[in-house]
């Protein structure tokens, strides 16, 4: 669905990333890991047009990349518009893109997905204030489930999140994968996050690829030194983890 090829980006003398390249498939989790600075947002930004690389490209499969391409950012906060109702938030890609053109149809479409992200319909007259931090990223991926995209790009849709609301947040995304075949970038900073989510990974360092691999190669058998370390680096609870984590090591 959304491919980066050899994606560079510098910044004067400072390669932020570095020959990026890697697939997003139709109906897949990919994550993209990586600690602080190891160029996920500069990635993300060559993604969606904000930045323009210096080297590389990027190429979309499906139609209008607009409407197609759809963002849950980081902060819940700061990502929905004060001012706008719920209804307005959830309701305005439906409007824009000419997908319900009648106010009534919009309501009615909103209680829908409002429902599809465990929130309910009577929620639609509310601002965004009167939510909580998990609820509020519910929000947003109602609004951007709600044009019918074929991509979703979560830009560490968690990280902001109290621990014990995370793993809601991505049962919704995971949801949303297994009901409306969508393909999601997932970006996080730790491997915990995405463990049960994602199909492959793509594990940054430094501004380059460190690893490729599913899942299941990942955790079992992690090859860079770097994602070893980031996998120790994993606080797990249950037993069956705390020794894959050892032999991580
Ligand atoms: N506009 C800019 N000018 C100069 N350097 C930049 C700019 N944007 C990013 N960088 C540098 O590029 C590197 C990669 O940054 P990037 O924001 O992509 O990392 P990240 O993995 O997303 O980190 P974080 O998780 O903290 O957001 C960092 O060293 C950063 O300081």
């Not at 305005?92 to 599809?116: F, T, W």
């Given at each position: 669905m959304l491919t980066a090829d050899g994606l560079t980006k510098r910044y004067g003398r400072f390669t932020a990333i570095e020959d990026i390249s890697f697939t997003l498939h139709a109906g897949e989790v990919l994550g993209l890991v990586g600690e602080s600075g190891s160029g996920k947002s500069t990635t993300v930004r060559c993604l969606v047009g904000l930045t323009k690389p210096d080297a590389g490209q990027v190429r979309y499969a499906g139609p209008k990349f607009r409407r197609g391409v759809q963002m849950v950012f980081q902060d819940p906060y700061a990502s929905l518009n004060p001012r706008m109702t719920?209804?307005?938030?959830?309701?305005?890609?439906?409007?824009?893109?000419?997908?319900?053109?009648?106010?009534?149809?919009?309501?009615?479409?909103?209680?829908?997905?409002?429902?599809?992200?465990?929130?309910?319909?009577?929620?639609?007259?509310?601002?965004?204030?009167?939510?909580?931090?998990?609820?509020?990223?519910?929000?947003?991926?109602?609004?951007a489930i709600a044009v019918e995209p074929k991509v979703l790009i979560c830009d560490e849709p968690v990280s902001a999140l109290d621990v014990s609301v995370q793993a809601q947040v991505v049962n919704v995304l995971r949801d949303m994968k297994l009901e409306l075949g969508l393909s999601i970038l997932f970006i996080a900073h730790d491997l915990a996050v995405v463990r049960y989510l994602c199909d492959r990974l793509v594990v940054l360092d430094g501004g380059r690829i460190a690893e490729t691999g599913t899942r299941e190669q990942i955790y079992a058998n992690p090859r860079a030194p770097y994602t070893k370390s980031l996998l120790a680096a994993v606080p797990v609870p249950d037993p069956a983890a705390e020794r894959l984590r050892r032999s991580a090591r």
């Open positions: 719920v209804a307005e938030i959830v309701g305005e890609g439906l409007l824009v893109h000419g997908i319900e053109k009648s106010s009534a149809g919009r309501r009615s479409r909103v209680g829908g997905l409002l429902e599809q992200v465990g929130l309910d319909k009577s929620d639609m007259d509310r601002y965004p204030r009167s939510f909580s931090g998990g609820q509020r990223q519910r929000i947003a991926i109602a609004r």
